[in-house]
């Protein structure tokens, strides 16, 4: 997967492509051209390209198809090709900052630099995130619906339900705070899985009410295409709403890949207030 990235990366056609969405992400193909002093059929074939990278990620409103910035490529590239090169150096400045600041950082930082883009009714948006994960339909939908294994992934957050259509669940760390609730909307192990979604753990959250995720497998081989919809968000929402996803959705592949833990700022957190 690396050398799809790295290769589709090369190209400065693709890279201006990539910076076109990450302005101004769930363009269609139109929107796209106009930007790109060449054929509609090239520009196809770059996205195309891209897709195939898993750079971008293809949804159809209506008749229209639009396209999506995917980001969790190329966080997979840094964490592997650069941050062990950095470790030393992020490491010095860390210390650099917390003797200058004279406290302890007790908390990470938790950045949320994930697009967020109109959805086609004009009045609410969306996120949608791809991932390919060596595992079979059955054992990624057991990672997503099992408590234990969800908690080993989702910062210790466990996730309760009779998983059937129409039922509600609940998602929460024991002992702890509510995390999350809503309505099983369509159940169809090991390939779908739509869901309200609430925020519960702060009033902030609480007050943009339900939106919806979507869980969508698609076995590719020896491996399954992950696609996660996070939609029916208020215009401008709170990024805590769904800044997170990347996070959880690597360490659902690190975890069903490797059998490890994927060390994430929000882990980080996790495990300090524990």
């Not at 950045?111 to 054992?139: C, N, Q, S, W």
């Not at 294994?149 to 039922?167: I, L």
């Not at 702890?176 to 390939?191: A, S, T």
């Not at 779908?192 to 609430?198: A, E, G, W």
Request: hydrophobic share 40%; with cysteine; aromatic share 8%.
């Amino acid at each position: 997967m690396d050398d799809d990235v790295f290769k589709a990366l090369a190209d400065p056609t693709r890279r201006s492509l990539l910076d076109a969405l990450f302005e101004k992400d769930g363009q269609t193909l139109g929107a796209l051209e106009a930007r790109c002093p060449m054929s509609r059929y090239g520009v196809m074939k770059h996205l195309r390209i891209l897709e195939e990278a898993g750079l971008v990620v293809s949804r159809r409103a209506g008749r229209e198809k639009h396209h999506f910035l995917n980001p969790i490529p190329i966080r997979e590239v840094h964490d592997r090709w650069v941050s062990k090169f950095a470790t030393r150096w992020a490491g010095m400045l860390t210390g650099l900052k917390r003797e200058l600041e004279e406290s302890p950082m007790n908390t990470p930082e938790l950045p949320h630099h994930v697009p967020l883009v109109a959805a086609g009714d004009g009045e609410t948006a969306m996120a949608v995130f791809e991932i390919y994960i060596k595992a079979t339909p059955e054992r990624l939908w057991q990672a997503i619906t099992d408590a234990s294994m969800r908690a080993k992934y989702c910062f210790g957050v466990e996730v309760h339900s009779d998983w059937t259509p129409g039922s509600s669940y609940r998602e929460y760390v024991p002992g702890g705070i509510d995390i999350k609730d809503g309505e099983n909307i369509e159940v169809d192990p090991p390939r779908r899985l739509v869901q309200t979604f609430r925020a519960l753990w702060s009033e902030e959250v609480k007050a943009a009410g339900y939106s919806r995720v979507t869980w969508e497998i698609t076995q590719v081989g020896d491996s399954c295409k992950l696609t996660v919809v996070h939609d029916r968000l208020p215009l401008g929402a709170n990024p805590e709403l769904y800044g997170g996803w990347p996070m959880v959705i690597s360490g659902l592949k690190t975890l069903l890949e490797t059998g490890e833990h994927l060390t994430t700022p929000a882990s980080l957190m996790y495990a300090q207030s524990a």
